[in-house]
């Protein structure tokens, strides 16, 4: 084993890997009516504006994420929607604005889709504007004030971060998926 690894492919291929022959796959044909499917009572969602379930609901659109911080304990059950939206905003798209210069994004001005087909054209292209930022980043510098009180991390471990993320919040996507198809 040499010490020549090139640690910035290895990553992107992870990411790539997994949304390129796992999820991106897994997420064709989504309906709406999937989309938004409640599993449970409670469950959060994206809901049409002034119909949350939650105190704390956000967005700057006709759509409404639920959201309570901190989140109440046991946390809740979240429909894909919920989920998908959750990596649009706080797992890519705010780390796209704060450290490869896209677009500002948090979740109280982001406009959630009440649509499957608009909820994953934003995911693609919140996931293609990170990977674009990190294969141009470099990974060994701090991640800096945006990631508090990991700021002195380098970024290839907010790299690492961002795609557990990306892989566990698709593997609950699927999951919902396998589950709404066996109601």
């Not at 704060?98 to 909820?119: I, L």
């Not at 700021?151 to 698709?170: K, T």
Request: net charge negative; hydrophobic share 40%.
């Amino acid at each position: 084993m040499t010490n020549d690894l090139d640690w910035k492919e290895l990553l992107l291929e992870q990411a790539e890997w997994h949304w390129h022959n796992q999820l991106r796959p897994r997420l064709n044909g989504l309906t709406d009516d999937e989309y938004r499917w409640e599993p449970v009572a409670g469950a959060w969602n994206v809901r049409p504006r002034g119909t949350g379930k939650t105190s704390m609901a956000a967005g700057g659109g006709e759509y409404v994420i639920d959201w309570e911080y901190p989140e109440p304990d046991p946390a809740p059950v979240t429909t894909i929607a919920w989920r998908l939206g959750h990596i649009v905003v706080g797992v890519f798209g705010m780390r796209v604005a704060s450290h490869f210069g896209g677009p500002p994004m948090d979740y109280n001005s982001h406009e959630y889709p009440g649509d499957a087909k608009t909820a994953l054209a934003q995911l693609d292209t919140v996931y293609q504007a990170w990977i674009d930022g990190v294969r141009k980043a470099d990974l060994s510098q701090p991640c800096g004030p945006a990631e508090g009180p990991f700021a002195d991390y380098p970024m290839a471990a907010l790299v690492l971060h961002i795609h557990r993320e990306l892989i566990h919040h698709g593997a609950e996507i699927a999951l919902l998926r396998d589950l709404y198809r066996r109601r």
